[in-house]
């Protein structure tokens, strides 16, 4: 469902607004996630969790990588990143991310959380346009 629903709003998108839905759907699909269910699925069939959490982990790390290269295209992100490098450390760190934030109980909320990530790795790979688009367009959208 989540990525039927992400399909549906990233059409007809630029890559910086493809990257802010993206992680606003995955933030959307950690706080549904059943916690619970997750831990007995790990305790009781640890291959299958396994297999759910890579096959999550490479569909993530596929959708940035392909941002990553229509954001270049499109001359909003740098042209001289590392994406197998950067698609790695972005899926790494959004996946602790939200899992340390469902796990316990912090005092910042996954909103803020979330929009300080988006705003993190976006000023990581936007260029001077990217960013002057951001500025312009989606500063208080976030």
Same mark, same amino acid.
């Given at each position: 469902m989540h990525q039927a629903k992400l399909q549906k709003n990233?059409? @007809?998108k630029n890559a910086i607004e493809? %990257? &802010?839905?993206?992680v606003k +759907?995955?933030?959307? *699909?950690?706080?549904?996630?059943? &916690?619970?269910?997750?831990?007995? &699925?790990?305790?009781?069939?640890?291959?299958?969790f396994q297999k759910h959490n890579q096959i999550k982990q @490479?569909?993530?790390r596929n959708i940035f990588e392909n941002n990553i290269k229509q954001g270049i295209a499109e #001359? $909003? $992100?740098? +042209?001289?990143? @590392?994406?197998?490098?950067? *698609?790695?450390?972005h899926t790494v760190q959004i996946r602790n991310t939200f899992?340390?934030?469902?796990? *316990?109980?912090?005092? %910042? *909320?996954?909103?803020?959380?979330?929009d300080f990530f988006i705003d993190m790795i976006i000023r990581l790979?936007?260029?001077?346009? #990217?960013?002057? $688009?951001?500025e312009e367009n989606l500063t208080d959208k976030k």
């Open positions: 990233i059409k @007809d493809i %990257f &802010v839905c993206m +759907e995955l933030k959307k *699909s950690a706080e549904c996630t059943p &916690v619970l269910f997750w831990h007995d &699925v790990e305790k009781f069939y640890p291959a299958l @490479d569909n993530v #001359g $909003y $992100y740098r +042209e001289n990143l @590392d994406i197998e490098l950067l *698609s790695f450390f899992e340390m934030m469902m796990q *316990s109980q912090l005092k %910042f *909320s996954l909103k803020r959380i979330t790979i936007a260029n001077e346009k #990217g960013m002057k $688009y951001i």
